[in-house]
DNA sequence: CTACAGGGTTGGAAAAATCAACCCTCTGTG
DNA sequence: CACAGAGGGTTGATTTTTCCAACCCTGTAG
């Protein structure tokens, strides 16, 4: 009798997807990277509507991945900026626009460039040892041990 | 008179998530990339409903990011593995997982380790300049031209 | 004969996304 | 003053997705 249940696998994949997985969240941190704050230009090279985008932007908010910030008052109007997490979450931008470039048959979109004017083309290496990241190698460590 | 009617922003970004975007997709192609490749295990392991599954599968099959193999007749059963293409969408997964320990509050989760045994730790690096890549410049370049 | 593995499909209920229209505060124009 | 437009949303009705539980089918094990 005992229903083990087989809960799904608890990973921090699933967490960040449970913070930016929903539709439109990247597109609209996408904006915020790329320099565009406010609501309206946000809405227009998004394309989402307008209710999603400001349940989007609440949503972001209340996870710490964007800020809001008033620029004027009477009337009160604001902008979206993004936190240092939010920030953060540049690499799964880049990582996304990369595949796209190889693997969809997008032809009329923009390149994405690095700031050395190369086309985009990333390597992913690991910090510690140097090496290229090629594998996914999942280990279970609870970290909650180490806060004694 | 010239209505422009702004369409939202072409980019890969978004041409990415029209084929991985959708609920579950991700956690899909996690299990795959673990090594999972039965239809009961991923959708033990991610959570997804068994119809949503389903129609994943498909959808990602249909998109050249997944393959179905069949691996036993009598009664037909089929597995399922990431192509090329869906091998190359590892950096993303590596980004979200590594997004998702520095910034979620996820505490009981798996900790991800290179194959190395360092904790997951990653650089973006530009293959053509060798330097960090920090910005997101996006440049319009219509690449059709270059196809004479 | 019954149970279980494996891989799904089906129908109905619940939740999300979409769309169009509206609201409110100002500023600028005639 | 009246009206339009910028900017940032909200509201209500409709359509799509998702979710859930139940079912189906083939074959093996007890």
């Not at 921090?12 to 915020?32: D, F, H, M, Q």
């Not at 790329?34 to 972001?60: E, K």
């Not at 510690?128 to 280990?139: I, M, N, W």
């Amino acid at each position: 009798m005992s229903e083990v249940e087989a809960a799904p696998r608890a990973c921090t994949i699933a967490a960040s997807l449970a913070v930016i997985g929903e539709k439109w969240s990247i597109l609209v941190i996408r904006e915020l990277s790329l320099g565009v704050h406010r609501f309206d230009a946000i809405q227009r090279n998004t394309g989402a509507p307008r209710d999603i985008l400001s349940s989007r932007l609440r949503r972001l908010e209340s996870e710490g991945v964007v800020e809001k910030q008033l620029y004027q008052l009477h009337p009160p109007r604001y902008e979206y900026r993004l936190t240092e997490a939010g920030d953060e979450l540049r690499p799964i931008l880049l990582s996304l626009a990369e595949w796209g470039a190889r693997w969809t048959d997008e032809t009329t979109h923009a390149t994405w460039l690095h700031e050395c004017g190369a086309e985009l083309d990333l390597k992913h290496t690991c910090a510690a040892c140097g090496g290229e990241v090629t594998g996914l190698d999942l280990r279970r460590r609870h970290r909650s041990e180490s806060a004694a």
